[in-house]
């Protein structure tokens, strides 16, 4: 004997079962990729040496970059250039800052930032990247739920570092520090960059979720 439920079960059967979200974004470093502490060391060996540098004329007693607390207040989820000013800023210190084109060798803000990405890649080269298990579950889940997903990170690397993990194919769009630089939109915590992702999938951003770990993206 088969039983069919009410009309009104069925209807709330199908409330239930609606998904909340029309997408979900995602963060890259911390989230998706097991990053986060390879920027934090390179964060770290690039301003012990900032600290150091003469042309600073500091004193004794400069408190050193902590790779736990400094790397997420100042740095986790921004732009290279932003987190290299608020750390400094932290300390109390101002430097030039410099043109996009400036190298790793140039006393500017830029210069600082290209430094502390050369020192990231040499880390990626040599160890490669992986993924978080479970996001990448998560990932097929939303996928075969036809959830539209979506990457949000300030990282200029982030082609590469999708290929280097092996999920170059899975996201339906890809906002990130190339394409916040192409558009003139202001990097974490302004919330242009996801507004930007919701807009190009469609999706209002009130039907869109967030995962996200750095203080500046929340």
């Known amino acids: 004997m088969s039983v069919q439920a009410s009309q009104p079960a069925r209807g709330r059967l199908r ?3 609606a998904l909340p979200y029309d997408a979900v974004l995602f963060d890259m470093d911390g989230v998706l990729t097991q990053s986060a502490t390879v920027h934090a060391h390179a964060w770290k060996e690039l301003f012990d040496d900032v ?16 790779s736990d607390s400094d790397y997420r207040l100042y740095v986790d989820g921004r732009h290279r250039e932003d987190g290299v000013t608020a750390f400094l800023a932290s300390r ?19 210069g600082l ?11 990626v080269a040599r ?3 992986r993924a978080f298990p479970g996001t990448v579950a998560l990932l097929g889940r939303l996928r075969s739920g036809r959830v539209l997903v979506g990457l949000v990170t300030a990282s ?5 570092m999708l290929k280097a993990a092996g999920l170059e194919a ?10 916040a630089a192409e558009r003139g939109l202001p990097g974490k915590p302004d919330p242009s960059m996801f507004l ?7 999706v209002p951003p009130q039907r869109t979720a967030v995962i996200e770990d750095a203080a500046a993206g929340v």
């Open 51 to 66: 600290l150091q540098d003469p042309r600073l004329a500091l004193g004794e007693g400069m408190r050193a970059f902590d």
């Open 127 to 129: 160890d490669g990247i």
């Open 156 to 160: 200029r690397n982030a082609g590469a």
């Open 92 to 110: 109390g210190l101002k430097i030039p800052a410099g043109s996009p084109g400036d190298g790793e060798d140039v006393w500017s803000v830029h």
């Open 196 to 202: 930007e992702a919701a807009r190009q999938l469609g």
């Open 15 to 17: 409330q239930i079962a």
């Open 170 to 179: 899975e996201f339906d769009v890809v906002i990130d520090g190339e394409t």
């Open 113 to 123: 930032g290209a430094r502390k990405n050369a020192l990231f890649q040499e880390v």
